[in-house]
């Protein structure tokens, strides 16, 4: 058995054997059928038990029901690796084995019959989903035989395609539950964590794959990496040293896990926990092995490390900044945040599926001026774009400014997002002032502002019409909660301080010190829609650092940041080191008062160097979260979102910002 299914627990290990047993009869029945055909059943897998890993979205559908998906799914797949078998060349056209294919594609159709009936769609997306895969295995072969050019962005397509049969068994689930309209929400889920089995397959099988000369991306990548292309190979050790050892298999195994979880992310908002805690554990036994290869490229790269830290920092913002460049002119698709908030929840939006962009271009905003006032150049138009997309992202009509998903009728506009919007527009906020910034500060000073100095995350204009408000403060009261969060309040003081320092100086001071008031014990900031400390005590540091210079928390935060650091220079906000945690600890060190070239700091810029990824981005960890059960009470159910643009953004700036601290002194 597959042991992930196996960590899964005894419930789901049951159900696969019983669906394992219906499988092998069906194989036996076809095996008597076609004298002469080979009729091997699938290996106990995730296709045994896929409905069941849905059922929780999908409670309409009975037990028999899931059963009958999962056994026909399991004889669609082997009609499929049929094909597959052929069309790689790993197996000899076999008129039995043909025939007896075909015999299973025509039962497993046949035994869905009484489950979704001629007018269903389920018919119309699996003619779609088997075009899918016959468009895929058609564009692989296209790199079998001599090395071609291989974007990554291909290789998402063609492994997407390979495994759109995945897709077929929880697509059916919603049919048969009659809400096709959340077919795309079921695709979204699987299409990333079929890319990442491909990813796994491919390493899995690169030996084999280079003597019959079948060039998958990795294969190409570890060739080109070998400096050589076309029909001038290297030879098969030096492939897998390029492989393991130069940093290919490490890159695409962060991007893989980075699917992983966004697929687990999706599944959550779905209500597939089953298959959310699958891609979760799969995700994980994929970052074990990053790991591995990582310490095998850390060390390499120790070895034939540059003398002078600038230079290593040089080629890693180069690197960044080119990635970047590159992200924007794909409108940054790997840092937004998709959710679903479906209809039948009370949620009125156009479609059921949002898409929340703000925040992430507003902290990429904030990170090209942190690179621009270093002297980095960025590419000409960039920045101004990035600005300008921002801009266009705020609400027609809207005075409280930008909310995070802006097409989701009931969520209003939030100070956090605000705030990061004035520091993505940096010195720049002043001459946008008036147009932008002034109605919707003012709306939080004057109507949101409490006397403790805090002020309300959420902006609800008391001037916009009346449907609107109830609208709002119906949906904070039913989905996101009321009341004040510490580093919400931290971010937007703070970019009042740093870019309009005239507006409201005492309700500035007034913010900080109670941000300052609100620090644990342990010397560290807790967020409500952030994962972990770090982000938290940056947002803290930052204010109170700028606000009240010499503040006894700043001490205690920079005691909990040394004490918290790990041994590889790294820190970690669930259990291992990650960038992310890292770069927000660097970051909120340095505004705490750590001197520059204190060993903790060199470490840390150690451990971000030598983490990043060939790409230029950093692996992507979770960065925010949302408690779903935050308004109603009850034990926290949390959604949580990550992007390795995310974390390559805050691992530049503290790259930039210890690299200034260093050079002041």
């Not at 002043?430 to 939080?444: G, K, Q, S």
């Not at 503040?551 to 040394?562: I, K, Q, T, W």
């Not at 340095?590 to 001197?595: V, Y």
């Amino acid at each position: 058995m597959n042991p992930l299914l196996a960590l899964l627990g005894p419930k789901l290990a049951d159900e696969a054997r019983r669906v394992h047993q219906a499988h092998e009869a069906a194989c036996q029945a076809i095996a008597r059928a076609v004298p002469g055909a080979r009729v091997q059943p699938v290996p106990v897998q995730v296709y045994h038990v896929l409905p069941a890993l849905f059922a929780e979205a999908f409670p309409g559908v009975g037990t028999d029901a899931q059963r009958t998906v999962a056994a026909a799914g399991l004889l669609y797949f082997s009609h499929v690796l049929v094909l597959d078998r052929l069309m790689d060349g790993d197996a000899v056209p076999d008129g039995a084995g043909l025939l007896a294919g075909s015999v299973m594609h025509e039962r497993a159709l046949t035994s869905l019959f009484p489950l979704l009936p001629p007018d269903t769609p389920a018919w119309d997306l699996l003619a779609r989903y088997g075009a899918e895969y016959a468009r895929a295995v058609t564009a692989e072969r296209e790199h079998q035989g001599a090395v071609r050019p291989f974007p990554w962005e291909r290789f998402e397509a063609i492994g997407g395609g390979k495994a759109a049969i995945l897709k077929a068994s929880p697509m059916m689930l919603a049919c048969i539950a009659r809400r096709p309209g959340d077919v795309p929400r079921v695709e979204a889920v699987i299409e990333p964590f079929n890319v990442a089995g491909q990813v796994h397959d491919d390493l899995e099988d690169w030996r084999a794959d280079f003597r019959a000369r079948r060039f998958s991306h990795l294969l190409t990548c570890a060739v080109e990496r070998c400096g050589c292309a076309g029909s001038d190979l290297p030879g098969e050790e030096e492939v897998g040293h390029a492989l393991f050892h130069g940093g290919v298999a490490e890159d695409a195994l962060a991007r893989a896990v980075d699917l992983c979880a966004l697929s687990a992310e999706r599944a959550r908002t779905l209500g597939a926990g089953g298959w959310a805690r699958y891609a979760a554990l799969f995700g994980e036994r994929l970052a074990k092995l990053a790991d591995g290869f990582a310490g095998l490229r850390a060390r390499a790269e120790r070895v034939a490390a540059p003398a002078g830290v600038r230079n290593e920092l040089d080629g890693a913002l180069g690197r960044l900044m080119g990635r970047l460049t590159a992200e924007h002119a794909r409108g940054y698709p790997e840092a937004r945040h998709t959710m679903g908030f479906a209809h039948a929840l009370g949620f009125t939006g156009a479609e059921e599926v949002h898409h929340g962009g703000v925040f992430a271009r507003a902290v990429l905003g904030w990170m090209y001026g942190v690179a621009e006032r270093a002297g980095l150049r960025l590419p000409d138009g960039v920045r101004d774009a990035n600005l300008a997309a921002l801009k266009a992202m705020r609400p027609d009509g809207e005075r409280g400014g930008w909310s995070y998903f802006p097409t989701l009728p009931e969520l209003a506009p939030d100070a956090d997002d605000l705030a990061q919007v004035i520091h993505a527009f940096g010195p720049g906020a002043a001459a946008h002032w008036d147009a932008l910034f002034d109605v919707p500060v003012r709306l939080v000073l004057d109507h949101h502002a409490h006397p403790d100095g805090a002020v309300d995350t959420w902006i609800v204009d008391p001037g916009a019409p009346t449907e609107r408000q109830t609208r709002y403060r119906d949906a904070i009261g039913r989905w996101w909660g009321r009341g004040v969060d510490a580093e919400v309040v931290a971010n937007f003081f703070a970019a009042l301080h740093a870019h309009a320092p005239g507006v409201a100086p005492d309700a500035v001071r007034a913010g900080a010190e109670w941000v300052a008031g609100r620090q644990r014990a342990d010397g560290s900031w807790t967020s409500t829609w952030y994962v972990g400390p770090f982000y938290g005590t940056f947002a803290a540091c930052r204010l109170v650092a700028a606000v009240l210079p010499g503040h006894p928390s700043l001490g205690r935060a920079a005691a909990f940041l040394r004490q918290t650091q790990r041994a590889d220079g790294g820190w970690a906000s669930n259990g291992r080191s990650d960038p992310l945690s890292t770069a927000l600890a660097l970051l909120a060190l340095l505004e705490a008062g750590g001197e520059a070239r204190e060993p903790g700091l060199d470490d840390a810029v150690r451990h971000l160097l030598i983490s990043q990824r060939s790409d230029g981005l950093w692996p992507r960890s979770d960065f925010i979260r949302m408690d779903l059960s935050r308004a109603a009470g009850g034990p926290a159910r949390w959604a949580t979102y990550g992007s390795a643009t995310m974390a390559a953004a805050f691992a530049g700036a503290a790259l930039l910002k210890s690299a200034e601290a260093r050079e002041a002194r």
